[in-house]
């Protein structure tokens, strides 16, 4: 009993602490709700029945523990190691409304008071010990291991890793704690649910991480994403494409592994299929920007064939001419970085038909600007077709004046 009022408590101090970092950053109640949702949940399937299902049906954190000593001894042996840690924590296990009121007292607070309130919740915090990030890690990856795991407890076992590997020292623990190989398992499940969320999480702990990156690129996961990424099912190819694109950005051994792997000829079917989803579209021709500019980078690299092949460059020309504006932008973008590429101005020109794609573009972000209808965005994007008009026109002439 003692225990659960030290949980209510906390909970309570977690909510002011949490109202302290959005009043800090003036975030409005919008976030609040936006952060609840995807906020953490304590899980383990063995007490979900008492812990998790209880406290979000009555909404009341001080339920999330009754008395039963096998649930505290869980939470004996933990420690949050961070304040973030436990702000999620609180978070997920806290009715919105509540945490709501929680913010407005805050809101009332003098800086002085805000100040000596915030060093309280920390020694609190400090004094009370709550299970740490890698802990939280641990129990999901226990669970995935657990081969009899309802679907639904082994989704939210990976929507609570997909949050947890966000901070890059969460990522750089997940090999470590055999999350990566059981989450790699998880793209081979039957249940197209299972496998978007566990791509999800893939790419997230790849995003800009060089040593997750390695590690994911030696599981072999590449190919079966690759593959992924052409699924009927929309959200898994998308998810499937962030985690490939996650994968092999600024990546050489990556972006080597995906030629061999035929990854282009899945972006040239996707950009070439009129009938394939305008978000899986976007996200390929983005990889394709990606890409071109990591060869920019490096220009010493020999130029994989894929950025010669002319039938691909004509899929991307091509949408060009896609009635979505924010589709267009990403491939003038991509167009952009490929004319900087070695292949010659006159495949851009005669192939692909550039000089035509770029003129008929011209008229239509003229006409969207004159109707005043989006008309700021337009004018950004005729600004960034002008700059590949005059890279276009140069190319042009140099190559003229220059033939190879
Ligand atoms: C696996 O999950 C089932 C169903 O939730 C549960 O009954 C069982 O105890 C779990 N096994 C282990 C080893 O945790
Ligand atoms: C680009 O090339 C340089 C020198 O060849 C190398 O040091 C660097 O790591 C390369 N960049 C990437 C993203 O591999
Ligand atoms: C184009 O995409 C649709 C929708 O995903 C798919 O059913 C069709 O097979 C694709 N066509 C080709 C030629 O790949
Ligand atoms: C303006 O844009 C909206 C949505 O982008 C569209 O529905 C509407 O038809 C456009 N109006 C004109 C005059 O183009």
């Known amino acids: 009993m003692r225990l659960m009022i030290a949980f209510t ?6 909510a002011a602490a949490l109202a302290l970092s959005i009043f800090a950053a003036r975030a409005s ?6 952060s609840a949702s995807t906020g953490l949940y304590w899980s383990t399937a063995k007490e979900e029945g008492d812990l998790v299902a209880k406290a979000d049906a009555a909404g009341d954190s001080s339920l999330l523990w009754d008395d039963d000593d096998e649930n505290h001894r869980d939470f004996d042996a933990g420690g949050f190691s961070s304040l973030d840690g436990m702000l999620q924590w609180a978070i997920g296990h806290s009715d919105p409304s509540k945490l709501k009121e929680a913010v407005k007292d805050v809101q009332r607070l003098s800086p002085d008071e805000l100040k000596k309130r915030h060093m309280e919740i920390k020694e609190l915090m400090e004094k009370l010990k709550m299970p740490s990030d890698a802990q939280l890690m641990r129990i999901a990856i226990d669970d995935l291991k657990n081969s009899s795991l309802p679907s639904e407890d082994r989704l939210r076992a990976l929507e609570e890793l997909s949050t947890l590997v966000e901070p890059i020292d969460n990522a750089n623990e997940l090999h470590k704690l055999g999350g990566l190989i059981i989450v790699i398992k ?11 969320a566990s791509a999800l999480i893939l790419g997230k702990a790849c995003q800009n991480n060089p040593v997750v990156q390695k590690q994911v690129l030696e ?4 190919a079966k994403l690759i593959k992924m990424a052409r699924s009927e099912f929309v959200e898994e190819a998308i998810k499937a494409l962030f985690a490939v694109s996650a994968l092999i950005r600024n990546n050489f051994v990556g972006q080597e592994l995906f030629y061999a792997e035929a ?35 490096n220009g010493s690299n020999p130029e994989p064939l894929f950025f010669h092949n002319r039938f691909f460059l004509r899929s991307v020309v091509d949408l060009l001419a896609s009635v979505d504006l924010d589709l267009q932008e990403k491939a003038l973008y991509a167009v952009k970085n490929l004319l900087q590429l070695r292949t010659e101005a006159l495949v851009f020109k005669e192939f692909c038909g550039l000089d035509a794609a770029l003129e008929k573009m011209r008229q239509q972000l003229q006409q969207l ?3 005043e209808n989006d008309s700021e965005y337009a004018k ?12 276009f026109i140069g190319k042009l002439n140099k190559d003229t ?4």
């Open 9 to 14: 408590t906390i909970a309570a101090a977690a």
């Open 29 to 34: 109640a919008d976030g609040l709700n936006k």
């Open 186 to 196: 998880q793209l081979n499940h039957p249940e197209q649910e299972v496998r978007t």
């Open 219 to 222: 599981l072999d996961a590449l």
């Open 263 to 297: 990854g282009e000829l899945m972006i040239q079917d996707i950009l070439s299929n009129s009938s394939i989803d305008i978000r899986i579209q976007k996200k390929s021709v983005l990889l394709v920007a990606d890409l071109a500019e990591c060869q920019l980078e």
């Open 369 to 371: 600007v004159m109707e």
């Open 380 to 391: 950004d994007v005729e600004t960034l077709r002008g700059e590949v008009e005059r890279i």
């Open 401 to 404: 004046q220059f033939p190879t």
